[in-house]
């Protein structure tokens, strides 16, 4: 179990979810294509993978569909994937043929991060598997603003005290 | 082509100048003159820093005899942890949808087992 300080979750984004099911249950959602295919895709999309090999150094390029914005390419490397209980992969805008895109050319949010680090740690407790997610997209923030993680902290601080 | 420039929070705070005046004017408001002070540049060149934080909605400048009246206006910020936000709504999203999944496994495989 890592701790790491709470500032460095604070401009990250970190999200926990428990889900009634054992922990190997859920990281076989998450590391078997037929199964990934059934959910991963959000509400109203389809996805389709052009290459999937979930272990360390696998590379996928996926496809999702969205009926109002069209295709949506995406890809990235499995940089850990250790069973049960952990997975980590980077997420990057890219073509069909698996080249990087400039986001905004892709018709995306100006804002949205060339690439981003997901981590998911599962951990199980009396049956109930929560996952932990982690996604690095302060970096993006960081660079789109010049400003440090603690300047971005700060200014969150201040957004804060003056709700 | 000439883009227009950006005026939005995250220009506000793209530049250590204007991201000092920023620190400087949420402790207490402040004239001009007194931000000018704290910096080695020129009074223009710091009136210049303001009027783009005016332009991207952090300051409010007010004309009092001789003097501009700075007030930071900070509520604006908030637009930088929504940003975040965006992220963690994708995924709630994803975790509800392999929550749903999850469940009908479950649901198939103890029916599947009382078959046998």
Not at chain 1, 87 to 116: C, H, L, Q, R, Y
Request: aromatic share 10%; proline share 4%.
């Amino acid at each position: 179990m890592e701790e790491r300080n709470k500032a460095a979750s604070d401009h990250e984004v970190y999200l926990t979810y428990t889900f009634s099911t054992p922990r190997e249950m859920v990281f076989k959602a998450w590391t078997d294509p037929k199964q990934l295919v059934k959910w991963y895709a959000p509400h109203n999309c389809t996805i389709v993978y052009k290459k999937l090999d979930i272990r360390k150094r696998g590379e996928y390029l996926s496809c999702i569909n969205n009926p109002q914005y069209g295709d949506c390419w995406c890809k990235g490397v499995y940089k850990e994937v250790i069973f049960p209980e952990r997975i980590e992969f980077t997420m990057v805008v890219s073509d069909k043929d698996g080249n990087t895109v400039d986001p905004v050319k892709a018709g995306m949010d100006p804002d949205w991060p060339m690439e981003t680090l997901v981590s998911i740690t599962f951990s199980e407790e009396n049956g109930k598997t929560t996952i932990k997610l982690r996604q690095t997209v302060s970096q993006k923030l960081a660079t789109k603003t010049g400003a440090y993680p603690s300047w971005i902290q700060m200014l969150e601080r201040l957004a804060e005290e003056i709700k | 082509m000439t883009v227009a420039a950006r005026r939005d929070v995250f220009q506000a705070i793209s530049d250590p100048t204007r991201r000092q005046i920023i620190s400087l004017l949420s402790q207490q408001p402040m004239n001009l003159n007194t931000i000018a002070e704290n910096f080695d540049i020129s009074r223009p060149a710091i009136s210049q820093q303001i009027k783009i934080l005016e332009e991207c909605g952090l300051v409010i400048i007010t004309q009092q005899g001789r003097e501009r009246y700075c007030e930071a206006r900070l509520d604006k910020l908030s637009e930088v942890s929504n940003w975040v936000d965006q992220y963690k709504v994708f995924w709630t999203n994803q975790f509800k949808s392999l929550d749903n999944f999850l469940q009908d496994l479950q649901t198939k495989k103890k029916k599947s087992g009382r078959k046998k």
